[in-house]
């Protein structure tokens, strides 16, 4: 899988980390920046991301900041991203299955490794149930199109 991954300077040293699970795990981890600890706004490591998955250009993307909020309402202003802020094992395995996120927003703040890990892990597993789920994503679709401009 072709996963973007991208943060601000709070999230950079755990986006490092993330980086090597993610081609521990045999996916193609590409780095969206920053490329130092220096201070950055989020928003324009968010935008990378998110256009890329709006594109199809990338099957996934991770986004990570202090609360890993601000980066999920960034990502969440374009169409076809439905990114999750999560915070343990449940909201990490319920963000794909009924919610089918192809981003994951995650907290450098407020969340350990091991934990990060775990999630990270879940969330690459998981598969969107479908069902009555996916009429669900279809009524989230048709928002997106009355209320998003073409890009």
């Known amino acids: 899988m072709k996963i973007a991954v991208a943060s601000d300077h709070r999230g950079f040293a ?13 996916h193609e981890a590409l780095d969206y920046g920053p490329d130092d600890g220096e201070s950055v706004d989020y928003p324009d490591y968010a935008v990378k991301v ?16 202090g609360t890993g909020m601000g980066m999920c309402i960034v990502a969440n202003k374009f169409a076809g991203v439905r990114a999750t802020p999560c915070h343990d094992d449940i909201t990490a395995q319920m963000s794909r299955l009924h919610n089918d996120s192809n981003v994951l927003c995650l907290s450098a703040d407020l969340l350990g ?5 775990r999630m990270i892990e879940i ?21 997106e199109e009355q209320n998003m401009p073409p890009q």
């Open 113 to 117: 490794d091991r934990l990060v890990n």
């Open 14 to 26: 755990t986006k490092e980390k993330i980086l090597t699970l993610l081609n521990q795990l045999g």
């Open 50 to 65: 998110a256009k890329d998955i709006g594109k199809d250009a990338i099957d996934r993307g991770i986004l990570i900041c």
């Open 123 to 143: 969330w690459l597993k998981e598969e969107f149930e479908g069902g009555r789920h996916a009429r669900r994503l279809e009524k989230l679709n048709k928002v």
